[in-house]
């Protein structure tokens, strides 16, 4: 595991700097040009303000890396510093782990770095994560591979899996999904009952569980759910840009796309979805 800090300064600074150098280096002096008679502009003199350093905490993993370790030992930010867990392109097999805020868990390539999460567990994420992808999924709890408690999830493939609960996918508590794939992916598994909507008979949500969140520009295929919305359940959230394409619910729940409680659907399309593509429960 390597451990890299970064620090990015102001551009306008770092040009500034270079001119005094090289000015001292050459000798060169100016000469001041007496103001001419008549009128007189004046001048203000532009003063170059330096902006505060930020600085970027980098670790690097490889294929065989333990993540839940890594994050498990992750050194504290100071200040305005932000924390990058870089992870070059390969297999990490039974990973977990908990992203704090601050820190972003980042692939190489989505189609690159492919993650298996531990058996019945999950990645808790306050943080944001991006361009990876989640496969073979077993969640004991909501959300199959990540529980996104007011984060980011950007660019990433999560399929091949369930969640015993709400979100075979993902469940995301006043977060955002952003530009992400669910395939194959199912909710209630052993149909179980969710705990945010007793009076619907098995979990909710096949591909996410959206809990006052955003989910955008996502794609669903194939995603089924026990209960209701085997594409997305919603939940006083917002559904936009987003497709869904062979999603279904079991219960005779409406929904097989999204079923909408007391949230926004906007933009988005149904293809093959049933019992219907969208239902709105207020």
């Known amino acids: 595991m390597k451990i890299r800090k970064k620090v990015k300064l102001n551009l306008l600074v770092i040009s500034m700097l270079i001119m005094a150098s090289m000015l001292s280096a050459c000798g060169e002096t100016t000469e001041t040009t007496p103001a001419a008679s008549g009128n007189e502009t004046n001048v203000a003199e532009e003063t170059a303000i330096e902006e505060p350093a930020v600085s970027e905490v980098k670790i690097e993993l490889k294929s065989g890396d333990s993540i839940k370790e890594a994050l498990e030992q992750l050194p504290p930010l100071e200040g305005e510093e932000t924390g990058l867990i870089f992870l070059t392109n390969g297999l990490y097999e039974y990973q977990t782990g908990a992203i704090p805020t601050g820190w972003t868990l980042e692939g190489e390539s989505v189609d690159g770095v ?81 705990t945010e909507h007793p009076s619907i008979e098995g979990s909710c949500g096949g591909g996410v569980y959206n809990n006052e969140g955003l989910v955008d520009g996502c794609t669903f295929i194939d995603c089924f759910v026990e209960g209701a919305g085997g594409g997305v359940f919603n939940l006083k959230g917002t559904v936009s840009n987003s497709t869904f394409t062979g ?34 429960q207020i």
Not at 183 to 189: D, F, N, P
Not at 254 to 279: A, K, R, S
């Open 247 to 280: 999603c279904a619910s079991r219960n005779d729940y409406n929904g097989g796309g999204v079923y909408n409680v007391e949230g926004t659907v906007t933009g988005c399309t149904f293809e093959n979805c049933t019992p219907d593509g969208q239902f709105d």
């Open 114 to 194: 492919i993650i298996t999460p531990e058996m019945e567990q999950h990645f808790t994420n306050q943080g944001s994560i991006k361009n990876i992808t989640f496969q073979n999924i077993s969640g004991m709890s909501n959300g199959g591979a990540i529980y996104n408690d007011g984060g980011l999830v950007e660019n990433c493939k999560i399929k091949n899996g369930y969640a015993d609960a709400d979100g075979g996918g993902i469940y995301n508590m006043k977060g955002s999904v952003i530009n992400c794939t669910f395939e194959s992916l199912q909710g209630g598994y052993f149909g179980e009952w969710g």
